[in-house]
């Protein structure tokens, strides 16, 4: 069941919580996002989760996904689950299994 109400973000700025742990490194803080992708699917599919897993990203996040520890850029997959499509679009989202991913603050 799909929530068309439900808004999801990610903010490419580590968080101020974060920062209190002692590490302000872009890196560590962009292995959130794989977090954030689960609990979208989770949230939609609950533990009917599809096998095929589609986030649909523009160009200009290509560098946030290849910093993410388990992506393989020779199958276009993060953590051997998620398919990687990257489009050549002008948007401030990411595409996850249909739903839109805002990142804020991407510079």
Known sequence: MRDSFRKFSWN?????????????????????????????NATLCG???????IIVTPIKFKKIIKSLEFYDSNDSLIANHYFVEFVDDDIDYLNVQGVPLKIENFI
Do not use: C, V
């Open 12 to 40: 490419y700025e580590p968080s101020d919580d974060y920062k209190k742990f002692g590490s302000e490194n872009q890196s560590d803080w962009n292995q959130t996002l794989l977090t954030q992708f689960n609990f979208i």
């Open 47 to 53: 533990a009917h989760m599809p096998r095929n897993k």
